[in-house]
């Protein structure tokens, strides 16, 4: 036997906060389960560190996804304006940096503190340095057994909110496939993205500049600022072309998205004439 309760959610990043949140709110009993020590630490890395909350021009073109009938119907249920009630209930300060980007106006820790006391205040039991090492569902009881830190939870309901690999050295891991496969779900072939791409196209003395671009690939426009590092490039635009790069694909950078190049050369022509 063991402890029962009738929700356990394993991950508690913004997902898994935000689910255990609106399952205790709804009268369920709801244990989130994190392996790390420090709760949300994507949250308090995003956005450099300001959270880059919600985007208010956000649609479902905006996903790359394999059903786009998902994520039409997950926004039209919990919108953009939904999320900025809950923001401006906790008295966060935001503000809109471009093309409808919502940041925090100190602090990361400002949203994480808010969906930490959102689950907290209606219920949700919250424990870190959880392992999990067996799941077991058994089938005629309709209930799962989850085996964490030496003991027995027993639950109704399941949910995997460990989000992907993205982040190793924050302690993501393919745990959460794993259980996905064990319960036979079919897990699409998946590759990096949101990420900056390598490059020796450009000299390391470039690193920490950053500017605004203009990035095409697959017949899809970014417009953004670009950020060189030690490795290649990086910063919104290029996170943001990321979902559609494969493998050693070519694409396209305009460096100066908002000025005449043949101004610029007939200008600095006349002004150089000595200059090749």
């Known amino acids: 036997m063991g402890k029962t309760i009738d929700t356990i959610i394993i991950g508690a990043g913004a997902s898994g906060l935000f689910c255990g949140y609106t399952a205790a709110k709804a009268g369920v009993s709801t244990l989130i389960l994190d392996h790390s020590d420090k709760i949300g630490k994507k949250i308090l890395i995003s956005g450099g560190g300001r959270c880059n909350f919600t985007n208010l021009e956000v649609s479902h073109t905006n996903y790359r996804c394999t059903n786009s009938h998902f994520v039409k119907s997950a926004l039209a249920r919990f919108g953009p304006y939904d999320f900025i009630d809950l923001v401006e209930d906790a008295k966060i300060p935001y503000y809109e940096k471009k093309m409808g980007q919502q940041f925090c106006q100190k602090s990361s820790k400002d949203i994480l503190k808010m969906l930490l006391n959102l689950a907290l205040q209606n219920g949700c039991q919250i424990q870190g340095r959880s392992s999990i090492t067996k799941i077991i569902y058994d089938a005629q009881a309709q209930q799962f057994h989850v085996k964490v830190n030496k003991e027995n939870w027993i639950c109704k309901n399941l949910v995997i909110a460990t989000g992907g690999i993205s982040y190793p050295t924050l302690g993501a891991t393919e745990f959460g496939y794993q259980i996905a496969k064990q319960f036979g779900h079919k897990i699409i072939p998946y590759s990096p993205a949101l990420v900056g791409l390598q490059s020796k196209q450009f000299p390391s003395e470039l690193s920490g500049t950053s500017l605004p671009v203009k990035i095409t690939i697959q017949n899809r426009l970014y417009e953004d600022d670009l950020l060189f590092t030690y490795k290649g490039i ?41 200059v090749s």
């Not at 072309?241 to 007939?266: C, G, H, R, V, W």
């Open 234 to 274: 990086s910063g919104p635009a290029v996170l943001s072309a990321s979902l559609y790069s494969q493998k050693d694909e070519s694409f396209t950078i305009n460096f100066l998205p908002n000025s005449d190049m043949q101004e610029i050369l007939t200008n600095t022509k006349q002004d150089f004439p000595k």
